[in-house]
């Protein structure tokens, strides 16, 4: 289903990989799930490309994230991330969908 799971308290390296066309997300991280997800091409998933939930933080940085059939980022349910330098675009249900009360740190070394 997912392309990748990350889960209870995992704190995995994700880098140089291109996940697509999955049934579900793209990567999806639960029950305080951590990692660092850089430089990944996600993509065409039928659901969020990374979806973040339960507790959950990890790190995405200059991810590209898009054609998904979801939203780009989906944070809820008391997770959160850090994000960084990602190009998140061209996704049905927006690039960053976010649950009520999630407030991720987003980062940015270049104005645009």
Known sequence: MAGVWIKTESNPTLKRNKI???RD???CIFNGGKGVLEEND???NAQAGVLISTQSHPMLRRNRIFDGFAAGVEITNNATATLEDN???NNRFGGLCLASGVQPIARCKYSH
């Open 25 to 27: 997300g793209g990567i």
């Open 20 to 22: 697509f066309d999955g």
């Open 87 to 89: 190009q998140i675009f």
């Open 42 to 44: 996600i993509f065409r």
